[in-house]
T-cell receptor, first 113, second 112 residues
């Protein structure tokens, strides 16, 4: 049973545009919400993460927006670049499972020149 | 500092064969994890070890066993491989608690 639902499955954005990926969760015990970026043939790598005490976190062109009451969070990539083309996974976790990650199914992002 | 290393990188097995996937980290992390990645399914947790000497089942543990050999090493064993275990396997480690998990490069396993 997927504990984190992610959409869209794929996304095409023009260079300079904004990419938006959405995730929703049910388990209110989750207390850490990271986003991972994966390039073909590589392992995932942490992009940015947020805890539910804050509603937004920004790191460079990447922003997480977090809505605790709606149990939703999203990743915004501003000024998207072709080098951002990758698969993005949202995840959620807490101490109940040793902070093992519950991943969404992923979003394949293509940024066209 | 190699981070998380996994061996082998590729493996082809026949149904019923056994094998062990090796994982090691040199970051002195307490927690280690095994995930499998299948197309359209994201990554799913197989087993994890929150600290040396402990292991626990994840979402999809059937057909697998694990050993936390020491703080550095966490192996995944397939006792009798099945075609449904064809996947890419990732090992990850983290210091403890919530925080960044560092992933290895993966092992691509095909079971015929």
């Amino acid at each position: 049973q997927q504990q984190v639902k992610q959409s869209p499955q794929s996304l095409i954005v023009q260079k300079g545009g904004i990419s938006i990926i959405n995730c929703a969760y049910e388990n209110t015990a989750f207390d850490y919400f990271p986003w991972y970026q994966q390039f073909p043939g590589k392992g995932p790598a942490l992009l940015i993460a947020i805890r539910p005490e804050v509603s937004e976190k920004k790191e460079g062109r990447f922003t997480i927006s977090f809505n605790k009451s709606a149990k939703q969070f999203s990743l915004h990539i501003m000024d998207s670049q072709p080098g951002d083309s990758a698969t993005y996974f949202c995840a959620a976790t807490n101490s109940n499972s040793g902070y093992a990650l519950n991943f969404g199914k992923g979003t394949s992002l293509l940024v066209t020149p | 500092n190699a981070g998380v290393t996994q061996t082998p990188k590729f493996q082809v097995l026949k149904t019923g064969q056994s094998m062990t996937l090796q994982c090691a980290q040199d970051m002195n992390h307490n927690s280690m994890y095994w995930y499998r990645q299948d197309p359209g399914m994201g990554l799913r947790l197989i087993y994890y070890s929150a600290s040396e000497g402990t292991t626990d089942k994840g979402e999809v543990p059937n057909g697998y066993n694990v050993s936390r050999l020491n703080k550095r090493e966490f192996s995944l064993r397939l006792e009798s491989a099945a075609p449904s275990q064809t996947s890419v396997y990732f090992c990850a480690s983290s210091p403890a608690g919530w925080g960044e998990q560092f992933f290895g490069p993966g092992t691509r396993l095909t079971v015929l």
